[in-house]
Nanobody, 123 residues
């Protein structure tokens, strides 16, 4: 499966952005989807994940209460709604997927990655 992320941009602290990630290719398979980010000079970190059905989600503590992950399987798209953005949210955001048709969400072990989309939050 191929993943294409979009929606990044330059915003001010307190603003909102919505990232999208469209999957193409073997979309008939069931995938758990995740968002990760990598800030300059830092390692890539987990942000959020959602099970194939959307029934389970997981968030990093740093974004809990501000970010919301969702998906539309009919459109092969996963979203990350980011509210109350902070300068420390500045990073390249990556979407990822892994074959899993169960209710699981997890933070590591993803096999498919999209290119990143840059989010810059100014103070």
């Amino acid at each position: 499966v191929q993943l294409q992320a979009s929606g990044g941009g330059v915003v001010k602290a307190g603003d909102s952005l919505r990232l999208s990630c469209v999957a193409s290719g073997r979309t008939f398979r069931r995938y758990v989807k995740g968002w990760f980010r990598q800030a300059p000079g830092k390692e890539r970190e987990f942000v959020s994940a959602i099970s194939w059905s959307g029934g389970r989600t997981d968030y990093a503590d740093s974004v809990k209460g501000r970010f919301t992950i969702s998906r539309d399987n009919a459109k092969n798209t996963v979203y990350l709604q980011m509210n109350s953005l902070k300068p420390e949210d500045t990073a390249v955001y990556y979407c990822a997927a892994d074959i899993n048709n169960g209710p699981l969400v997890y933070r590591t072990g993803y096999n498919y990655w999209g290119q990143g989309t840059l989010v810059t939050v100014s103070s």
